[in-house]
DNA sequence: GCTAACAAAATCGGATCCAATGAACAATAT
DNA sequence: ATATTGTTCATTGGATCCGATTTTGTTAGC
């Protein structure tokens, strides 16, 4: 009997629906820095009580996408220039070691699907998809890593800045140049040129870190 | 008006007294792996209600320090050789970096602290205090950096596999290999060769690392 | 004696209810 | 008029209650 099995016992509880609901929101910037999450209107608005919803903002506050204050209520957690740089440096270190030593083990597999995403990254017209495409296009990079406990990590990290990089790769000329660098890291792991790839890599985050943190800034003073 | 202010807003809750109390129960091995943790029983023990309970339970579980299961309960989340190994090579990275920013801009105040924090650990006999006086002294070692997010990211990471770190220093001589090289660090710390501390800082992770794993895999076969 | 079907108990996720706190606003005194 | 105090309202944290699911124990059949 062959079927899709499914890992029932981590079915959807309502309150993994809503964390994911609102992680996402919150990730694609649809909701802003600063903004009240009530808990009574989320509940309302997904047709549950409170409880399942206070669970998915001390998730969110785990990840630091959520700031909460007692009595106060939760809202979503902005950053400084200083922590974005901050972080998108941990990217950087972390991303290269990942990628170093998932290119000497990397499948054709996985080269392919990361070629595809790179496509569907080139050809998407939606804001929205970028971040997605984004991180499926570096996942299938660094998944032969096996370095779960780093791939982790790398993800929470994301989601901390990604919002941060739409709107800077919106504003700027960022995105072909996104592009460009994405297919320079595919062909040194396809080579298989691991030391290449790393810095490649490394150079990626290093660079759209600084269009970032002059764009903060330029809004900071604006 | 001169009074002793205490920030009260961040006074704590009920759900992060339980919280505290539990990750430190969990990190010092008082609560075995696997061990079920009944939210029933822990809230008759803190004088609760499973409420905060929860809250507790969920935050622990997003630092992977307990897995739970949809109606099944949470247990005490254990770590494979393969995992502690994956750790170990990500805070050797981690760590490496943070100090080698932190040395050029390190205070005397921070080696002084450092070197007391060194001290207390040589002379301490109480093993449940290694851990917390092991932090101490990293961190000393590590603030100047400013680094916020990577300590955080560090710290997690060393909750993860402190309870086994313990076990190792019990049962083998790395008590005294330990103290041998937090010396080391602090004297080129104290020298000012970043190069240097960053290196020993590394080599002192990944020898902690192997030690480990071969401990763990001698009990598995066991 | 062993297994399968069923019933009972334990336990969890979520709903509802109440108390504690903070924010907004009105009333009062200077 | 303004600052200070008191009051009301919105909102959160926690307690209690209920339905869902899993586990355990019991009984019937072989």
New interface residues.
């Given amino acids: 009997m062959k079927l899709q099995a499914v890992d029932i ?3 959807a ?1 309502a ?1 993994s629906i809503i964390f994911d609901s609102l992680r996402r929101a919150i990730i694609e910037g649809e909701l802003a820095d600063g903004e009240p999450l009530r808990q009574d209107e989320i509940a309302t608005l997904f047709n549950t009580s409170r ?1 399942p919803v ?2 998915a903002l ?2 969110l506050e ?2 630091g996408l959520v700031e909460s ?4 209520g939760a809202v979503v957690a902005g950053i400084s220039a200083r ?1 974005a740089a ?2 998108f ?2 990217r950087s ?2 991303e290269g ?1 990942v990628i170093a030593v998932s290119v000497p083990r990397m499948t054709s597999q996985s080269l392919l699907e990361a070629r595809q995403h790179f496509q569907s990254f080139m050809d998407s017209e939606e804001p929205m998809e970028w971040g997605e495409l984004n991180r499926r296009f570096h996942y299938a990079l660094y998944r032969d890593s096996g ?4 791939l982790k ?1 790398i993800d929470n ?1 994301l989601d901390r800045v990604e919002r941060y990089l739409r709107a800077q790769l919106l504003m700027t000329e960022g995105l072909e140049q996104a592009n460009r660098e994405h297919l320079q890291i595919l062909a040194a792991c396809e080579k298989g040129d691991a030391v290449l790839a790393a810095d490649l890599t490394r150079q990626h985050i290093l660079g759209a870190k600084q269009t970032l943190v002059d764009y903060l800034e330029s809004r900071k003073s604006a």
Same sequence: chains 1, 2.
């Fill in positions: 016992g981590k079915t509880s309150a409880i206070r669970e001390t998730r785990q990840q204050r007692r009595y106060r922590e901050e972080i440096d941990f270190l972390l070691e370095l779960d406990y780093h990590v990290a």
